[in-house]
Every structure is written in structure tokens, then in C-alpha cells.
């Protein structure tokens, strides 16, 4: 069986490479066989990265090679533009917007 990948925008993510709001609910994926959950790294805030009232205040956009990558992509700011499907998303099947995470209470 293949592996499902799904993948969030880097911008969930600090200068650190941590998850930057806490616990978003990842851990549900844990114990689930054949899923695979990553980021998006090259949108992850470095250390030039301006910030305003903490929100991250660059503007970041899907890529072709982020479709190419994912089976299932997790939104939370950056634009997904007519461009990001420029080659294609045969792998791809779902692209949520995310408010804060995957978080189930």
C-alpha cells in the first residue's frame, strides 16, 4: 500500500523548526499505518523573517513542486494560485484551509 502524504504550509512552524502554536493534533497520525504528515520547510519563518502582532508577515505562496510532493496539503496562510497546478497534481486529492490546526476536542 502507498503512503499518503500529507503535508502543512511551513508557516505552522517557528524560527526553531517547532510547531510554533502548540499542539495541533499531529499525534493522531501517529499510530495511523501508510500516512506520512510533514511540512512545507522551505516556508518556514527564518530569522529575517518580519514579524507584526505575532502573525508572520511575508507573503508566501503554494508552489508546483509543494502539489508535486503532497497526496493531501493542510493550508493555513500562504495563497494557492491557478499557478500552483502549472504541472499538473496527479498525486494530489485534497487541500484544506486550516485555522489553527488539525486539533479535535
Known sequence: MRTFNILLTGDYL?????V????????????VPHVRAGFLLDQKPGPRTTRHIGTVCIR???????????NGLVVLRPWV????FSA???NLLVIGRARGGL???
Open 20 to 31: 510554533a502554536s502548540g499542539d495541533i493534533g499531529l499525534g493522531v497520525l501517529d499510530n
Open 103 to 105: 486539533r479535535q476536542d
Open 81 to 84: 494560485k491557478a499557478s500552483a
Open 60 to 70: 508566501l505562496e503554494i508552489k508546483p513542486h509543494h502539489i508535486a510532493e503532497a
Open 14 to 18: 517557528g524560527e526553531n523548526g517547532q
Open 88 to 90: 499538473g497534481a496527479d
